[in-house]
């Protein structure tokens, strides 16, 4: 009971958001078809990534819609999470975590998911997930306008605590992959 209470509520970890991207590479039908699919999956509308630079040879021009993402927080965002991990089997490589804490993983077709269709008007899509993750306080220095200040090592998320949070939080098996 007092080690309840030499710990600090403001050092829990919590997921900060999560962002579902579907990298199509064109504009056009595809485009609206993978929208679709975000739509269906997470029930919200998606907003357009823009080409970054001109590549003749995948004739993609700068500024060219060629893909879709959409961010969720909070219940909305758990509760993707935990259908995401579902279609993973709850099983994830070390390497998907990175040195600040954050998880990647991809699924490979939507109609992976609980409840989901093959539908031949739309195709086959797959997606990133990315997971964020922070601590419950002290992230307000760094967003401020007025004395912004860099968020100190020791408050942090790092790639072993992250790991720790998401085998306890949702099960999760992480592989050990070399």
Do not use: C
């Amino acid at each position: 009971m007092k080690e309840e209470k030499l710990k600090n509520p403001m050092r829990e970890i919590t997921i900060d958001k999560v962002v579902i991207n579907i990298g199509v590479g064109e504009a056009g039908e595809k485009l609206r078809r993978a929208m679709k699919v975000i739509e269906l999956l997470t029930h919200r509308k998606p907003v357009q990534t823009l080409a970054k630079k001109t590549i003749r040879d995948f004739n993609i021009r700068k500024n060219l819609p060629i893909g879709l993402k959409v961010t969720l927080r909070g219940k909305a965002a758990e509760d993707f999470l935990r259908r995401a991990l579902w279609v993973k089997d709850f099983k994830v490589a070390n390497y998907s975590f990175d040195s600040q804490g954050n998880l990647n993983f991809g699924i490979n077709d939507y109609t992976d998911f609980e409840g989901m269709r093959y539908d031949p008007e739309i195709g086959i899509f797959g997606m990133d997930v990315s997971v964020v993750f922070r601590r419950r306080g002290g992230y307000r220095v760094a967003r401020r306008r007025i004395k912004r200040a860099k968020i100190p090592a020791r408050h942090r998320v790092t790639r072993e605590e992250t790991m720790a949070y998401m085998r306890e939080k949702f099960n999760l098996n992480i592989l050990e992959v070399e």
